[in-house]
Nanobody
Framework: QVQLVESGGGLVQPGGSLRLSCAASVTIFSIYAMGWYRQAPGKQRELVAV??????NYADSVKGRFTISRDNGKKTVYLQMNSLKPEDTAVYYC???????????WGQGTQVTVSS
């Protein structure tokens, strides 16, 4: 069984920063693509950022502000969020994807609230 544990969410003022973490209970972390998604109330879940090997991709709304990274030794993926806006308020979810088996797993989600 794959388990993903997210942390780092919270309340932050506009312009502030947060770093989300997602630790994976897998044997070999480096073989999986990892992504961050978010879902705001009344909206569909959207892809925020993905990292696979040395390649990263970002949603247009977060380019230049968010950075996804991973530490394969710690089996953890991170999302550094800078210059946060109220529009970034959402539940953020970690996703692990195996291209070999075409299967994916979700974390429990962590709340990010950007407000004065």
């Amino acid at each position: 069984q794959v388990q993903l544990v997210e942390s780092g969410g919270g309340l932050v003022q506009p312009g502030g920063s947060l770093r989300l973490s997602c630790a994976a209970s897998v044997t070999i972390f480096s073989i999986y693509a990892m992504g961050w998604y978010r879902q705001a109330p009344g909206k569909q879940r959207e892809l925020v950022a993905v990292i696979s090997g040395g390649s990263t991709n970002y949603a247009d709304s977060v380019k230049g502000r968010f950075t996804i990274s991973r530490d394969n030794g710690k089996k953890t993926v991170y999302l550094q969020m800078n210059s946060l806006k109220p529009e970034d308020t959402a539940v953020y979810y970690c996703n692990l994807h195996s291209i070999l088996t075409s299967t994916g797993y979700w974390g429990q989600g962590t709340q990010v609230t950007v407000s004065s």
